[in-house]
Every structure is written in structure tokens, then in C-alpha cells.
């Protein structure tokens, strides 16, 4: 079991995570290859981001760097952060490059250091007596901190951070302006103006992540058997149809099941389906996947072709399924069969195999499996 293809299960766990809705770590964790929707192209988005702004913001670094540079360095903050702040957006890009996912990690941290050097950088000039020079820096980049607060962070704690920097920035600007540096007037754009466009910000940001939870509930709710919380067969079809490689396919057929329905009613016939469901989830590894192919029968599915892989597989699979039927006080029991799919073949040619070992399961055993 341990040696198992473990970037093949990531697929399959990545995959059921994104069907069920749960896209934790979305930039630190591979992009699922299905269902993309909302939510994918808020990860493409953000990716991107990390391609191409990333470089193009250590660029500009290493470019007001320069400039310093040929001025003597008047401003001691700009000269000792942009450097290190050059080099963190450059290696973020570099990673996203590299390894084709957005770090939420390094992007807060540079996004930290960001912001904690322009309030910094604002403040320097109000002592040096340079603010008039200083000031409209802080009309171009108070907005792109805002932006980008709101961006990475959400819309909730986003524009705490983005309210957080405008009040420094604001403060900058009063000292400023107290000092004689700046005349009043010339303090309104900023002073007036960037709170209006923090709670602009706020509002598309919220939109959008409110359109992005919906669009993922509608995922969730489609991709998703509502009674078992497994997979349901479209979407186990699908994803077994993106898969590559050798996996095991375990075809799971419950016994008694009609007649235990219809003696004991369809609320009890439920409660064994939702225990059979939790049964196999809690047999299964991370990386596997369980689907409710349809009435009474579970497929899951597991990455790796090895006998003794399937085979341990097999047995968690029946334990656990023994264990929630003898819970339940019932005569209820289950089929498994089970199939490797080579990666030469189609995911349909081991499913029917598996599915002819289970119904060979049930004739061999037809007196106690076969009843009305």
C-alpha cells in the first residue's frame, strides 16, 4: 500500500476534494484536471498573477533600486527593503514557474513585507523633510497595496489589512501636512479618495467570492450523491476517465439489500447506505476515491497495480464493511470484486471485470446472498 503512485493519488484525492468542495490550500495544492468552473479559473487567475506580476514587481524593485542608487540614496528605507523585497517577488515567481502552483505562503509574506515597507518608506520622508517628493508614491502605490490585500487575502480580512495601511498612509499625509510639506488640498486624494476605493475594492472582491462559493456549492451538489456524501457516478465516470496509470477498482454490491429495504422501510434502507458509504471512506487511504454508482453499489478506487496492494485494500474494505453492518443489527452484508486496470487499457474493461468477481461472489454463495 505504501508504495503506491502517490502523484496519482494526489490526482484522485485533489479531484474529490475539488467534487465535494473542499479546495483548501487551493495554491499550494495541484490544480484537480476536473470540474474547473469558478473556482479553477480563480486559480488560473492567481497563478497568473504569480507568472507575471511577481517578476514584474521584483523588476520594479530592482529598478527604484537602481534609481536610489544614482541618487545617493537619499531615502534609507527604500534602499535597504527594496533588495530583499526584489528578491522575495522574484523567487515567488520563480516558484509558481517552476512548479506550476501559486504559494499562498510566499505571496502573504511578500505581501507582508509590502505593506509594512510603504508605511515605513511613507513615514521616512515626513522626518527628512522630503514629503512633497515622497507623497505622490504614496497616491500610486497605496491603491496596488490595497488591491493586492484584498486579493489575497479575501474580502473579510483584506480590506482590515487594506483599512490598516491607508490609516498609516493617512497619518504619513497629516504629519505632512502639519509640517507644512504639503498644502491641505493636495492631501484629499489620498485622505478622502482611498477609503472610497478600499470599500470599491471590498465590494468587487466580495462579488466575486460570493459568485466563487455558490458556483463550488453547485459543483459540490452535482458532483456529490446527497444522501452518502460519495462521489455519484458522473462524476466517478469522469474522473476515472482523467486518470492514467495502474489502479485497483473494487466493485461493491450490498446483499439482502431489496429485502431489507422493504421489510424494515426505505429510512432504514438509508441508514445502512449512509453507514456502507462511511465504511468505505474510513477503509479507504486519502488518495483513494469512493462513488455510489448507483441503488446499492459502491465503486472506489485506488492508484497503484500491485496484488499485495489490492488485496490489503480488499480486506479494510470487508472489515469495515462488517463492522457498520453488525452495528446495524441486521442480516445485511456485501460483494466485493475487484480488478487492476493496466495502463494499457480502458477503466471500463477492469470495471466489468471487477463487476463479474462480485456477482461471482454472490452465486457462489447464492443461498445466503439470493434471497427475496
Not at 80 to 92: D, E, H, N, R
Not at 285 to 293: F, H, L, N, P, Q
Amino acid at each position: 500500500m505504501d508504495r503506491v503512485d502517490r502523484s496519482r493519488g494526489a490526482t484522485v484525492a485533489a479531484w474529490e476534494a475539488a467534487c465535494r468542495g473542499r479546495l483548501p490550500a487551493v495554491n499550494d495544492a495541484a490544480d484537480p484536471p476536473a470540474p474547473e468552473g469558478a473556482g479553477g479559473a480563480i486559480r488560473r487567475a492567481r497563478l497568473a498573477v504569480h507568472h507575471f506580476a511577481m517578476p514584474a514587481m521584483g523588476a520594479l524593485m530592482l529598478g527604484l533600486f537602481a534609481f536610489s542608487w544614482s541618487q545617493g540614496f537619499p531615502d534609507r528605507v527604500e534602499a535597504a527593503a527594496t533588495p530583499a523585497l526584489a528578491v522575495l517577488f522574484l523567487a515567488t515567481g520563480f516558484r509558481s514557474w517552476w512548479t506550476g502552483r501559486a504559494s499562498q505562503r510566499l505571496e502573504r509574506v511578500a505581501l507582508a513585507a509590502t505593506l509594512v515597507v510603504l508605511v515605513l518608506a511613507a513615514f521616512e520622508p515626513v522626518v527628512s523633510g522630503r514629503f512633497e517628493i515622497g507623497y505622490p508614491y504614496l497616491l500610486g502605490y497605496g491603491p496596488l497595496a490595497y488591491a493586492a490585500s484584498l486579493l489575497f487575502l479575501g474580502p473579510r480580512t483584506g480590506s482590515l489589512v487594506a483599512v490598516a495601511t491607508f490609516l498609516g498612509l493617512a497619518l504619513a499625509t497629516v504629519l505632512g501636512v502639519a509640517t507644512d510639506q504639503i498644502p491641505p488640498v493636495r492631501a484629499m486624494p489620498l485622505v478622502a479618495a482611498h477609503p472610497i476605493l478600499i470599500g470599491l475594492l471590498y465590494a468587487v472582491a466580495w462579488t466575486v467570492s460570493t459568485y466563487a462559493r455558490e458556483h463550488r456549492d453547485a459543483e459540490r451538489a452535482a458532483a456529490t450523491d446527497p444522501l452518502t456524501g460519495a462521489l455519484n457516478r458522473r462524476s466517478g465516470e469522469r474522473m476515472l476517465d482523467e486518470l492514467e496509470g495502474p489502479f485497483q477498482l473494487l466493485v461493491v454490491d450490498l446483499d439482502r439489500f431489496k429485502r431489507v429495504n422493504d421489510e424494515r422501510g426505505h429510512t432504514f434502507g438509508d441508514t445502512v447506505l449512509r453507514a456502507a458509504a462511511k465504511a468505505l471512506r474510513a477503509a479507504v487511504r486519502s488518495g483513494d476515491a469512493v462513488v455510489r454508482w448507483g441503488g446499492d453499489e459502491f465503486v472506489v478506487v485506488a492508484p497503484g497495480g500491485g496484488d499485495d496492494e489490492r488485496d490489503t485494500l480488499l480486506d479494510r474494505v470487508r472489515t469495515a464493511l462488517d463492522g457498520a453492518f453488525a452495528d446495524l443489527d441486521d442480516d445485511v452484508g456485501a460483494s466485493v470484486g475487484t480488478a487492476t486496470r493496466s495502463a494499457a487499457e480502458h477503466w471500463t474493461a477492469a470495471f466489468d471485470r471487477a463487476d463479474a468477481d462480485m456477482y461471482g461472489q454472490k452465486d457462489a454463495r447464492a443461498g445466503d446472498v439470493l434471497q427475496p
